[in-house]
């Protein structure tokens, strides 16, 4: 819903006309008129005058409610993912090292289990270091 139909119900739910709602703002009909349109926007004293008046907030007034609904749901895939990348690494490092030290226990090597840990906990590191640059250049 857009500033200007919020604006339209709000008026109409408080039982005020244009002309009432004009005098309480501090504004002409014809703003009124022009803003329950769409072909005009308030300036932010009228915009904080009228969330005031209907007990609203400003963030209410002027975001769009389609836009916010978007935005929570690629915030929730955004959580979603990452919580799928966390579990991957928890359930993923203890498998990888004891396949390491079966390896080694089969081979009867200790040599062999600390060289894959070594390998595995280097490309843990390096893939971390990328992750963290890449970030810091977004």
């Known amino acids: ?58 963030d209410y007034l002027i975001r769009d409610e389609q836009e916010k609904v978007e935005l929570s749901a690629q915030a929730g895939q955004t959580t979603k993912v990452g919580l799928r990348k966390r579990h991957i690494l928890i359930y993923a490092l203890p498998t990888l090292f004891l396949l390491s030290l079966a390896f080694g226990v089969i081979n009867h090597s200790l040599v062999n289990v600390l060289t894959i840990l070594l390998v595995l906990t280097g490309n843990i590191s390096i893939a971390c270091l990328v992750k963290y640059l890449y970030n810091q250049s977004k």
């Open 1 to 58: 819903m857009q500033f200007e139909e919020k604006l339209f119900l709000l008026r109409k739910k408080a039982g005020l006309s244009q002309a009432e709602l004009s005098e309480k703002v501090g504004v002409s009909r014809q703003a009124i008129s022009k803003w329950e349109t769409g072909r005009a926007v308030p300036e932010t004293s009228k915009m904080i005058a009228i969330a005031n008046l209907f007990d609203v907030t400003i």
